[in-house]
């Protein structure tokens, strides 16, 4: 019951803050009834659904990737430039890849914004609070194995699960001979 109530509270906040980042997107063109439909593709998607009610990283991932996406519209457009938001998003970003680590990812259209927006020092500072997060995990996971693993040492597998000719959506054994 404990994880259902969690897993609901990070699936009922991601919908509420998709309510808040279709505002910060549309700015003037913005209507609450927007806002409200974007939240509804997230609150009643079936897949969200059934993994709030399991024991599955994707409701926290998807939370922390909308708070992540939303920190680096916000900066992006922001005329006032501060290293703060790079160093939060960085982070953030960081704690996503070791909860899923696919979502490494990510880290290159971030970083193409960065880019896009002439904000190469932000760029540095998301690389660093991403890696500063990184540090010990890579650390623990030499200790462990002897050798250096980043992230985890399925990333390749479950990468490879829905990414492939013959990928069906679900873990399978189609992957195998790729």
């Known amino acids: 019951e404990a994880v259902w109530l969690i897993q609901a509270i ?38 969200l659904i059934v993994a709030s009610s399991m024991l599955l990283t994707e409701n926290f991932t ?21 290293y703060f938001p790079a160093a939060a998003i ?8 070791l909860v899923r680590a696919p979502s490494v990812v990510l880290a290159v259209p971030f970083l193409a914004v960065f880019y896009s927006k002439k904000r190469i020092a932000g760029a540095m500072i998301f690389i660093v609070a991403m890696s500063v997060v990184f540090i010990p995990w ?16 399925n990333f390749g597998n479950n990468f490879l699960a829905g990414n492939h000719p013959k990928a069906t959506g679900e873990l399978d054994d189609s992957r195998y001979e790729y």
Not at 90 to 97: L, T
């Open 62 to 82: 998807i939370l922390l990737l909308i708070i992540s996406l939303a920190l680096l519209y916000r900066h992006s457009e922001s005329a006032h430039y501060s």
């Open 10 to 47: 990070f699936h009922a906040l991601s919908a509420l803050l998709i309510f808040f980042v279709s505002k910060l997107i549309f700015g003037g063109f913005w209507h609450p009834l927007a806002g409200f439909v974007a939240s509804l593709f997230i609150a009643f998607s079936p897949d």
């Open 138 to 153: 890579i650390i623990r996971n030499y200790k462990v194995y002897g050798e250096l693993v980043p992230f985890s040492v």
């Open 90 to 97: 960085g982070f953030i970003s960081g704690v996503s890849v």
